[in-house]
């Protein structure tokens, strides 16, 4: 026989109340059935753990001693199983995310503040770096979730959308293409363009619609934050792409803002996590806060 949990719960009921049939009530089981529970339990163990008389059951030296280590586990795994209920919950927890550094300023201070007036309890933690260290974060298990635009071909991760995003031109507010409602790709072919870095997805989606429209950029000035190609654009050292989410950031600098059409080119804004790794009950949550917060970076229109 192993010892199993209603061994101990049948020992210190009779311990705790001194009487086989007050602690067989307490307990709601017959009390043949926990007088032989506790049978059992001295058998396994070797020793008597109660002396036993007409009028009361009282603990023997060892039963006293096994009295505190059995509590112990008792209420181990009384702690044990709420903690559980309480990751449930979302009592209490904590989620790691992972994201670039725009939509680190612009989406998640917002999310993660409304996230803790619900959840008080759950503790977030933000790492934020670029695209590609967010994935390998996520597969590596520093980061439970990751917040982007990502390649399809990347394998490992799987994706949740939160909202479409599309290529926009910024321009300083006086330059002539600042007066077009709506401006096409091959406006763009004369212009002098702040472009982001090779590394950067954005970038290498710009290059493939370029590609793809049979035109060609040379850019004069490759950065690698949207806020400083948002910068040099102020500084009227050029124009540059960027995208619709740019508008929450843009608004601290003198700029406009209007839509690339012919084509009009989106991305998924995504929060991902690694294939086969559950999601917590808390990092669920917070991705429902996440996309209501990720939905008002759409713009409903451009001045």
Not at 41 to 64: M, N, P
Not at 173 to 197: F, R, Y
């Amino acid at each position: 026989m192993r010892i199993a949990l209603r061994h101990l719960e049948a020992f210190l009921a009779v311990a705790e109340y001194g009487n086989f049939s007050t602690a067989s009530r307490n307990l709601h089981v017959a009390q043949p059935v926990l007088s032989q529970a506790v049978k059992d339990l001295e058998a396994e163990l070797g020793l008597r753990l109660f002396d036993r008389t007409t009028r009361r059951v009282e603990l023997t030296a060892a039963g006293a001693e096994f009295k505190g280590s059995a509590s112990k586990v008792i209420e181990d795994l009384e702690h044990a199983v709420q903690n559980v209920r309480d990751l449930a919950a979302r009592k209490r927890g904590r989620i790691r995310i992972a994201a670039p550094p725009l939509l680190s300023s612009v989406i998640l201070p917002h999310a993660i503040a409304a996230f803790h007036d619900d959840f008080p309890g759950v503790a977030i933690e933000l790492i934020d770096t670029g695209t590609g260290e967010i994935v390998q974060s996520i597969l590596t298990g520093n980061a439970d979730c990751g917040l982007g635009t990502f390649s399809p071909n990347e394998e490992g991760i799987e994706r949740t959308l939160l909202m479409r995003d599309e290529l926009m031109l910024f321009c300083p507010i006086e330059h002539p293409v600042a007066k077009m409602p709506t401006i096409s790709w091959s406006d763009l072919q004369p212009l002098s363009l702040v472009a982001l870095n090779g590394a950067s997805g954005i970038r290498q989606l710009i290059d493939a619609t370029m590609s793809a429209e049979g035109l060609s950029m040379k850019p004069s000035f490759e950065v690698s934050l949207i806020t400083t190609a948002l910068a040099f654009v102020e500084a009227r050292l050029g124009v540059s792409v960027l995208p619709a989410y740019a508008l929450a950031a843009a608004k601290h600098y003198d700029v406009r803002a209007r839509a690339l059409s012919d084509p009009v080119v989106s991305r998924d804004v995504v929060l991902i996590h690694a294939s086969g790794r559950s999601v917590s009950p808390a990092a669920a949550a917070f991705a429902a806060t996440l996309r209501s917060y990720t939905q008002k970076l759409r713009p409903t229109r451009i001045d």
